[in-house]
């Protein structure tokens, strides 16, 4: 059926027999019967040919397969290659999109881990907000992505990997008051969503309008200069407040937020994404076992 496939697709593209004929390397009469068993597959006509048989034109049936019928041969043959990939070693590229947080926090540390484990596989790392990453991940710029907080976007598969906590940081020896100043994430990432519901499921007021950062380094270094409060990630916090640059502040509670693993539900997963996934899943596991035996 592929190959049938791909001559409708050359025949649409070339409304032509003979140059579609050329471009599949296949005789005019063998397109014309891949064609006809393609039309007696779906028990309809695809192709409506002119008075001279020279150029042809899509019926409505065969413009609604020309919809389809270009995704199913990528997923095919991504499908071909996602099997040969299991009976390969593990090498060559690997590419994740991860948001700042994990991008720049935790990421780094684990693949030093992972690359040790898997020493011929290649990643290839894009750094950006959850909106970005998920749209790098549809349009098939990145393998898997790596995001913190749910994402509601349908083809996409989300499991949660690790949960993360977040507290509210000021300056070093500087405690957060109501009037205090929020620094925050801009429109689009996680960490933006995430300190909206704290604020409305705490029930703070906002009485100074929050600065907006692109990054959390920025974010931190704001407040390390005394510019106003903000809430990140808890290892980020504890990082900082270690090296003196900001404290965590005690007089608001904790929240709470999952990171999330994110892959196509139509693509054939290639064996080093399979990988590390569960690797991924198994260090996180590791380590957030070892977070909570901390806190008990």
């Excluded at 997963?269 to 076992?289: I, P, S």
Aim: glycine share 8%; charged share 25%; net charge neutral.
């Amino acid at each position: 059926m592929i190959e049938e496939l791909e001559t409708f697709l050359a025949v649409a593209e070339y409304r032509n027999f003979t140059r579609a004929a050329q471009k599949r390397n296949i005789s005019q009469p063998t397109a014309s019967v891949q064609i006809k068993k393609l039309e007696e597959f779906f028990g309809a006509s695809l192709i409506e040919r002119t008075a001279k048989h020279k150029n042809v034109a899509l019926t409505s049936a065969g413009k609604i397969l020309l919809q389809s019928a270009g995704n199913i041969c990528a997923e095919i043959e991504y499908a071909k290659a996602a099997i040969g990939g299991w009976q390969e070693k593990l090498e060559g590229g690997l590419r994740i999109g991860a948001s700042q947080t994990i991008g720049e926090y935790f990421l780094p540390e684990y693949l030093g881990r992972f690359t040790k484990k898997y020493s011929k596989l290649e990643p290839e790392i894009i750094i950006g907000n959850t909106k970005h990453i998920v749209n790098l991940l549809l349009n098939g710029e990145i393998d898997v992505g790596l995001v913190e907080g749910e994402v509601q976007e349908s083809g996409i598969n989300a499991e949660a990997f690790y949960r993360d906590r977040l507290v509210v940081i000021t300056a070093a020896g500087h405690e957060a008051g109501g009037n205090m100043r929020w620094i925050i994430r801009e429109e689009g990432s996680a960490s933006r969503e995430q300190w909206e519901s704290f604020v409305r499921e705490s029930n703070i007021n906002i009485n100074r309008r929050p600065v907006i950062f692109n990054t959390n380094f920025a974010v931190k270094e704001a407040v390390k200069n005394n510019l106003g409060c903000a809430l990140i990630s808890e290892h980020i916090a504890a990082q900082a407040q270690r090296a003196g640059e900001v404290s965590i502040a005690d007089n608001y509670p904790a929240a709470r937020r999952d990171f999330y693993c994110l892959t196509l539900h139509s693509r054939a997963e290639r064996r080093a994404v399979t990988v590390f996934k569960e690797d991924l899943h198994e260090n996180f596991a590791k380590n957030e076992g070892n977070k909570n035996k901390n806190e008990d």
